[in-house]
C-alpha cells in the first residue's frame, strides 16, 4: 500500500493519501488548515505519484481535520465520508469549539457547508474504496463521532485520527469529548489490535499499537488497572 501525506499548516494535522499503489485511485483522510486550503499541498503529493481520490474521510468534526474538505471535494466531484454524529460540524465547526476558545474569533468571518456528497459512517462499516478494503471502527471520546480507519492486509494499518498519537490521546474536555468513552474506546478498539498495526496518526509520527502498547501511558495506566480519568 502506497502511504503518502503532509501536516498542514496550522496545527499540524496530518493529511494522510493512501492508495494501492502509484498511478493508482486513492482516499484522503483528514485534509486541514493550509492557505487557503490544502489544495495545493494535497496536489503536490497527487501529482507525485500520478494518483486520482476518489473520496475524503473525516476521522472526526474538528476544523483542523475538516477545513479544506469542502474545496477539495468541490474541485474534483468526490463524495465526503464522516461519522454520523460529527456531521453537522462540517457545516457548523463553531460548535465543536469551547466557549473560551480564540478559534471562534479566529474563524468567526467564514462560512462553511457541506459537500454536495457526504456519505454517514457507522460502527463496523466495511468499505471498499480506491481498491482498498477499509474498516470502520466508532472511537468517541475526542469527539462523538471519532472513528478509527482499519486496512487489514500482510501490512496492518490503522488511521486513529485523534484517538491514539504516539505517546499519547485526544484530548477529551471539548465539546461532545467524553474521558469515560475514550477509556472504552481504548480498550475496545485500541488494545484489541494485534500489535504489528502501523498507526498513522491524526498528528506527529507515525508509530505502532506494540509501541504504544509498550510505552504509551494512556494505555500502560489501563494495562496496569488504573482508573485515568484523561482529563487533559
Known amino acids: 500500500m502506497l502511504i503518502d501525506g503532509f501536516p498542514a499548516e496550522m496545527f499540524a494535522t496530518n493529511c494522510w493519501v493512501i492508495a494501492p499503489a502509484a498511478g493508482e485511485e486513492c482516499i484522503v483522510i483528514d485534509p486541514g488548515i493550509a492557505n487557503p486550503d490544502g489544495r495545493l499541498l494535497l ?3 497527487l501529482t507525485r505519484h500520478r494518483l486520482k481520490p476518489v473520496a475524503v ?5 474538528h476544523l483542523d481535520h475538516t477545513f479544506s474538505i469542502g474545496p477539495i471535494c468541490g474541485a474534483r466531484g ?3 465520508y464522516i461519522h454520523s454524529a460529527d456531521r453537522e460540524l462540517l457545516a457548523h465547526p463553531e460548535r465543536a469549539f469551547s466557549v473560551d476558545s480564540p478559534l471562534l474569533e479566529m474563524f ?3 462560512s462553511f457547508s457541506e459537500p454536495d ?3 454517514e459512517l457507522v460502527d463496523g462499516l466495511e468499505l471498499s474504496l480506491a481498491g482498498l478494503d477499509l474498516k470502520i471502527d466508532h472511537a468517541p471520546g475526542h469527539t462523538a463521532g471519532s472513528i478509527m480507519i482499519r486496512v487489514p492486509g500482510s501490512s496492518p494499518t490503522v488511521l486513529t485520527g485523534d484517538v491514539l498519537f504516539a505517546g ?3 484530548r477529551t474536555d471539548l465539546p461532545t469529548g467524553s474521558a469515560s ?5 481504548l480498550r475496545k478498539k485500541v488494545l484489541t489490535l494485534s500489535d504489528d498495526y502501523l498507526v498513522l496518526p491524526g498528528h506527529g509520527p507515525r508509530t505502532t499499537i506494540g509501541a504504544e502498547r509498550d510505552t504509551n501511558p494512556y494505555l500502560t495506566a489501563m494495562g496496569d488497572g ?3 480519568s484523561f482529563s487533559q
Open 57 to 61: 474521510i473525516a476521522t472526526h468534526g
Open 43 to 45: 496536489d503536490q503529493v
Open 78 to 80: 468526490i463524495p465526503a
Open 168 to 170: 499519547a490521546i485526544g
Open 226 to 228: 488504573a482508573d485515568d
Open 181 to 185: 468513552a475514550m477509556r472504552t474506546s
Open 117 to 119: 456528497q457526504v456519505v
Open 108 to 110: 468567526a468571518g467564514l
